[in-house]
């Protein structure tokens, strides 16, 4: 199945910026981003379709989180503007083998990166 690996977090004070990236291994179709913070369960972010077209945004991230890929280089991204400490968390990218798209709710039978870390102070 196809690996996934993540990269781009940090830390960062509030109000800040980061980019973050997904390598894919190979082709996929819908992908997404979950964030899951201490304590707390795993929650979708945003998913986004094998042509760039955007199927959902969490509430919580309208407006200042973009998702895009380039499909060339099998990577996908989340640029995340206007950070807030409630944003700290670790950073998932996901797809999946079938042509449903991951999220908005984590399935067990997702294709999961390792995480990147994510701390706003």
């Known amino acids: 199945h196809v690996q996934l690996v993540e990269s781009g977090g940090g830390s960062v004070e509030a109000g800040g910026s980061l980019r973050l990236s997904c390598a894919a291994s190979?082709?996929?179709?819908?992908m997404g981003w979950f964030r899951q913070a201490p304590g707390k369960e795993r929650e979708g972010v945003a998913d986004?379709?094998?042509?760039?077209?955007?199927?959902f945004y969490a509430d919580s991230v309208k407006g200042r989180f973009t998702v895009s890929r380039d499909n060339a280089k099998n990577t996908l991204f989340l640029q995340l503007n206007s950070l807030k400490p409630e944003d700290t968390g670790m950073y998932y990218c996901?797809?999946?083998?079938?042509?449903?798209?991951?999220?908005?709710?984590?399935?067990?039978?997702?294709?999961w990166g390792q995480g990147t870390q994510v701390t706003v102070s």
């Open positions: 986004i379709g094998s042509g760039g077209d955007v199927r």
């Open positions: 190979g082709y996929t179709r819908c």
């Open positions: 996901a797809a999946r083998a079938d042509q449903w798209c991951p999220g908005p709710r984590p399935q067990n039978d997702n294709y």
